[in-house]
Structure formats: structure tokens, C-alpha cells
């Protein structure tokens, strides 16, 4: 048994977690082959991704049941808005796409997907499904921006997603990964249970495909 519920999480979803960090479109940033035209969109429609996420932990701070939880989804949703998006804009800036750009953009159906089956998840259990359905998103980007920077040859200038993987790899990015998988303990504590562990996998393991579904989006450019 794993030591923390995010490894007992990720080993019970052993194919689908490697379909999602090990994805095409994770493997072509890492080598720099990913077409710039894919690389955009996924760009764009992450950003609506994390506006909808960004609404995920507020529901987060409403579900929970004590101040001490309040704190924690309150710390998270903070994280979100003042560090991964102000880097997430400044990478769009980077590659020439403005707020206006963003702001404007539809959705597509892998983010309608991911993010209304993450809140949906919320307002019909508990705060520890709201976690789970996070789970994969928080600290599945932490794993592969790591990896990704241990890819010879990954980080360096003439790799046009050097910025993206450094970004992902850095100290602020990391130490978000690591505060949600000890919060999602932290919420596990008075609520987790054998019985309950089989409903969390199948949320997790929903998650962990759409993430998937999501780079794929990205690789197909689809609507
Ligand atoms: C789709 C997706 N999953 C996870 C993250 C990491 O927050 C992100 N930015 N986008």
C-alpha cells in the first residue's frame, strides 16, 4: 500500500497514467517536433481550462467542512490565480497571444469535457472528490515538467518549448505539485475509506483520461 493516497491513486491507474504523461503530444514538446500550430491551440484552450479550474477551487472552499479546509482551497485557488496564471499569460504573451485572444476563445469539446466532468464531480460528492478530480491536472503536470526537463536536450534554446518545460519544472510550479498532493492527504484523513478508495479510483482514473483526451485535442487541433 502505497504511503500516500495520490501513489495508491496513480498505481491503480497504471495504463491510463502512462497514456496521459507519456502522451504524443508530452514526447513532441519534449523533443521540440510538436507543430507550433498545435502547440497554440493547446495553449489557448488551457488557459479557458484553468478559468474553469480556477472555479473548481472555489467550489473547494465552499465544500469544505472546517476553517483549516477553507484555508487550504482557499491557499489553492490562490497558487492558481497569482502564480500558474500569470505565468500562463506571460507564455501566451510569448508566443504573440494576447488576453483579447484568450478571452474570446471557444471552447473546445476536450475542455468542455475535462472541466464540467471536474466541477460535476464537486457539486455531487464531497470535498475529497472534488480533490481527486483535481488530482491528475495539480501534480500530473509537476511529474511530466520534470521529466520533461531530464530529456537531454529538452531545455535548451533551440527547443521552442524550453519556456513551457522550464516553467513546469521550476521551484513555484513544483512546490504547487507537491502542496496538493499533501493537501489531498490532509482532506483524505477523516473521509477515506477501503470501500470509498474504489469510487475515488474511478474518479481519478476519468480524470487521467481526459487529460489525455486533452493533449490529443491539442495534436488534432479539433474544436
Ligand atoms: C489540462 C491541464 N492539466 C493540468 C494543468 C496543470 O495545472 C494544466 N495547466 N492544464
Known amino acids: 500500500m502505497s504511503s500516500n493516497l495520490f501513489d495508491a491513486l496513480k498505481e491503480a491507474c497504471t495504463p491510463e497514467w502512462r497514456a496521459y504523461v507519456e502522451h504524443p503530444f508530452v514526447k513532441a514538446i519534449g523533443d521540440g517536433s510538436l507543430p507550433l500550430a498545435s502547440f497554440q491551440h493547446y495553449l489557448v484552450q488551457d ?3 484553468l478559468i474553469a479550474f480556477a472555479r473548481a477551487k472555489a467550489l473547494a472552499i465552499y465544500k469544505s467542512e472546517t ?17 500558474e496564471m500569470a505565468l500562463h499569460v506571460r507564455l501566451c504573451a510569448g508566443w ?28 455531487k ?9 483535481m488530482a491528475p491536472c495539480l501534480i500530473g503536470y509537476g511529474e511530466i515538467g ?21 516553467e513546469y519544472a521550476g521551484d513555484g510550479y513544483q512546490a504547487i505539485a507537491e502542496q496538493a498532493k499533501a493537501d489531498l492527504d490532509r482532506i483524505a484523513l477523516p ?20 487529460e489525455a483526451d486533452f493533449w490529443q485535442m491539442g495534436l488534432d487541433r479539433a474544436d
Open 146 to 166: 520534470r521529466s520533461l526537463a531530464a530529456v537531454p536536450g529538452a531545455l535548451d534554446p533551440g527547443n521552442p518549448y524550453a519556456a513551457w518545460i522550464a
Open 47 to 49: 488557459y479557458l481550462f
Open 191 to 210: 473521509r477515506v475509506s477501503m470501500a470509498r478508495l474504489e469510487r475515488l479510483t474511478g474518479i481519478f482514473r476519468t480524470a487521467t483520461r481526459l
Open 125 to 133: 460528492g464531497d470535498l475529497l472528490d472534488l480533490y481527486v478530480a
Open 96 to 123: 504573440g497571444i494576447g488576453q483579447d485572444v484568450l478571452e474570446r476563445a471557444p471552447e473546445a469539446l476536450a475542455t468542455v469535457a475535462y472541466t464540467r466532468y471536474v466541477l460535476d464531480t464537486g457539486f
Open 67 to 83: 476553517l483549516d479546509e477553507m484555508r487550504i482551497a482557499n491557499a489553492g485557488l490562490d497558487a492558481l490565480l497569482e502564480t
